[in-house]
């Protein structure tokens, strides 16, 4: 007796490294003359390891209006959903491994440094996914202090995109991008210096319509850097 097992290797998919599925055929031979009898075939299939698939994410927020030089945090949570057809693969990590930026990004610190504190910006609260489900998520909170972005002038913004790396235990790993995008407000400007001169009175302009002059300066600073036409 010949045989030919065929199946689509999808199918299989939702077996994680190591596990195994058996299927069991019986097969009966029937000889014509009324000789029939049964046998076993037996197929085990065992599975291997697939690289979960992450889907990008993006998440916002804006600066808080008139607030400058406040070190209070400024946060952003969410998560980027995942999949993994080992259905009974658990126990994935993931960590930020890089940050990129665009837009108004000139008031942000710069150097390797000033990087890895952006980078710090974004943090993974956790990873979650059941046993049985091909569905996963990787929770984040962007946290950072509103006067990071007292640059940015109304309605400029700031794009941060950061590569989240998820690794599955089992060797697949994979990454993805989040994209922060920050909102700038206006920040009125403040006085930061007065000016004081002093001078006589004009000699002999008794009844005189002369004025006194003094000229001056008076310093201000505005946290929107680009703010212009005051």
């Known amino acids: 007796v010949d045989l030919t097992f065929t199946a689509p290797s999808t199918v299989f998919d939702y077996l994680a490294t190591g596990e195994q599925v058996t299927l069991t055929y019986t097969l009966e031979v029937d000889d014509g003359d009324g000789g029939i009898t049964t046998q076993t075939f037996t197929i ?6 697939d690289v979960p698939v ?3 994410g993006t998440a916002s927020l804006t600066e808080l209006y008139d ?4 070190f209070s945090a400024h946060s952003v949570s969410g998560a980027l959903n995942f999949t993994d057809v080992d259905l009974n693969d658990v126990g994935h990590t993931a960590s930020v491994i890089s940050v990129s930026r665009s837009g108004e990004s000139d008031g942000l610190p710069g150097g390797f440094l000033g990087n890895l504190l952006v980078q710090s910006y974004l943090h993974i609260d956790g990873v979650t996914k059941a046993a049985g489900s091909s569905s996963g998520q990787i929770n984040y909170t962007f946290s950072a202090p509103d006067a990071q972005f007292d640059y940015l002038a109304k309605n400029q913004t700031v794009t941060l995109t950061y590569t989240v790396r998820l690794n599955d235990g089992d060797g697949g790993i994979t990454t993805q991008t989040l994209a922060v995008t920050v909102t700038g407000t206006n920040d009125r400007p403040v006085f930061v210096a007065g000016d004081a001169r002093f001078g006589l009175e004009n000699l002999n302009t008794t009844g005189s ?3 006194e002059t003094f000229n001056g300066v008076l310093a201000f600073a505005d946290a929107d850097r680009d703010d212009v036409g005051h």
């Open 44 to 49: 085990s299939i065992t599975g291997t390891n």
């Open 54 to 56: 992450i889907e990008a």
């Open 67 to 70: 607030h400058t030089l406040d």
């Open 209 to 211: 319509s002369a004025l």
